[in-house]
């Protein structure tokens, strides 16, 4: 057990919906990181947040957004849901050290 | 901009066989290395990651993995395989100077342990 909690675990949903992906991060670790895994694309990273702030950026789609709230728990929400957005998406939290620890990830599928 | 090649999809090996799976990067700066192992249906673990000091750096459940600056390369090693180390491997890679805080992953490299 990583210490990283994302729910839920599975969501279907169709085209064109709006859903919301919740981590919670290690005791501690100031920083969140999001991920997108799919089989074509590897894992890319989608954006990180430390302390509530937005930290660094990667190639995260402008329908997609996220926020870290003072509780230190983060939500990734995906608007005008498509086809290709079907992925794992992982949550990862980090300490000052540098190393992540993952969390079993969401499970989104489109239709 | 910083990156990260895993240049092999797959790697093969007989039990008890050493392994190694390959990594290079590229970086302005320091950068800081990491390796993640990730199991069916699950999610990345990290085993292990150089920063700074000793080339060697030893991990999780017996891997090592060897910095070199002049290779720009950090390839995971084990000197036995075992069936169950068969899963996915990510090398990854933070430009300290630059990036900052954005961790770039490799496309990753599936290890497959036959008995």
């Known amino acids: 057990d990583s210490g990283v909690t994302q729910t839920p675990k599975h969501l279907i949903t169709a085209t064109g919906q709006r859903v919301t992906l919740r981590c919670s991060p290690r005791s501690g670790d100031l920083s969140v990181y999001w991920y997108q895994q799919s089989l074509d694309q590897g894992l890319q990273f989608l954006i990180q947040y430390y302390n509530g702030e937005e930290r660094a950026k990667g190639n995260i789609l402008e329908r997609f957004s996220a926020q870290q709230f003072p509780d230190l728990h983060s939500e990734l929400n995906l608007s005008s849901l498509e086809l290709g957005d079907s992925a794992l998406y992982f949550c990862a939290s980090s300490p000052w050290t540098g190393e992540a620890f993952f969390g079993q990830g969401t499970r989104l599928t489109v239709v | 901009a910083q990156s990260v090649a895993q240049p092999e999809d797959q790697v093969n090996v007989a039990e008890g066989n050493p392994l190694t799976v390959k990594c290079t990067y590229s970086v302005s700066g320091n950068p800081y290395l990491f390796w993640y192992v990730q199991y069916p249906n699950r999610g990345l673990q990290f085993l292990l990651k150089?920063?700074?000091?000793?080339?060697l750096v030893k991990g999780s459940y017996g891997f090592e993995a060897e910095f070199n600056k002049s290779q720009t390369s950090f390839h995971l090693k084990k000197p036995s395989a075992l069936v169950s180390d068969s899963a996915l491997y990510f090398c990854?890679?933070?430009?300290?100077?630059?990036?900052?805080?954005?961790?770039?992953f490799g496309a990753g490299t599936r290890l497959f342990v036959k008995a």
């Open positions: 990854a890679v933070r430009d300290v100077k630059t990036g900052g805080f954005k961790t770039i």
């Open positions: 150089y920063i700074t000091g000793d080339n």
